[in-house]
């Protein structure tokens, strides 16, 4: 089992940017990638990026490429979300979930945080 805990939310004006995390602990393994999922009021889920603890994959939705940065810190079991240029539509709960699949199959993140809210003000 694997518990994952999420931080970094705020509220932030249109243009601003935050920094999630989300670290994990209990039975980590490096064959483990960790990705952030939002689901607005309304939308459907959307994988917006991932990242893999043991080489560089990353994946990123088209709605936050050039704008969103996944990195991660394998001595600290954290995974980071840099949110830059925060418009009103990237406004929702952002989940941190893991997975042992393909990291870019919003279906394969069975692990789940209890997730951290932005908010964009315009």
């Known amino acids: 089992q694997v518990t994952l805990v999420e931080s970094g939310g705020g509220l932030v004006q249109a243009g601003g940017s935050l920094r999630l995390s989300c670290a994990a602990s209990?039975?980590?393994?490096?064959?483990?990638?960790q990705g952030w999922i939002r689901q607005a009021p309304g939308k459907e889920r959307e994988l917006v990026s991932a990242i893999n603890w043991s080489n560089d994959n990353t994946y990123y939705a088209d709605s936050v490429k050039d704008r969103f940065l996944s990195s991660r810190d394998n001595a600290r079991n954290t995974v980071y979300l840099q949110m830059n240029n925060l418009n009103l539509t990237d406004a929702t709960v952002y989940y941190c979930?893991?997975?042992?699949?393909?990291?870019?199959?919003?279906?394969?993140?069975?692990?789940w945080g209890q997730g951290t809210l932005v908010t964009v003000s315009s």
């Open positions: 209990g039975r980590t393994s490096s064959t483990y990638s």
């Open positions: 979930a893991a997975t042992r699949g393909s990291l870019d199959n919003p279906t394969n993140y069975r692990c």
